[in-house]
Nanobody, 113 residues
Framework: QVQLVESGGGLVQPGGSLRLSCVAS????????MNWYRQAPGKERELVAT????????TYADFVKGRFTISRDNAKNTVYLQMNSLKPEDTAVYYC??????WGQGTQVTVSS
């Protein structure tokens, strides 16, 4: 069965950085594009970034452009989200997604001084 396991969240000061990881199993990882979403308290889940199956195409939400970078290592079945210049409004639970209804459990990111 499809499993997505995120890690790397935590508490960071404004302006700091974090790298999230999502390890996938139960499917041929290199055949699928992957996504990162986030959901802040009281808000709807929103798309943050996408990456194609080869990593050749990437897209970003306007609110993270220039600060976040999505990448993947198909040999390790892992997708990453490098987050720099973090802001308090980036505080949310971040989820890895394979499309359809395949989600990880989420990892909490809190940006606060």
């Amino acid at each position: 069965q499809v499993q997505l396991v995120e890690s790397g969240g935590g508490l960071v000061q404004p302006g700091g950085s974090l790298r999230l990881s999502c390890v996938a199993s139960g499917f041929t990882f290199s055949s699928y594009g992957m996504n990162w979403y986030r959901q802040a308290p009281g808000k709807e889940r929103e798309l943050v970034a996408t990456i194609s199956n080869t990593g050749g195409m990437r897209t970003y939400a306007d609110f993270v452009k220039g600060r976040f970078t999505i990448s993947r290592d198909n040999a390790k079945n892992t997708v990453y989200l490098q987050m720099n210049s973090l802001k308090p409004e980036d505080t949310a639970v971040y989820y890895c997604n394979r499309g359809a209804n395949y989600w990880g459990q989420g990892t909490q990111v809190t940006v606060s001084s």
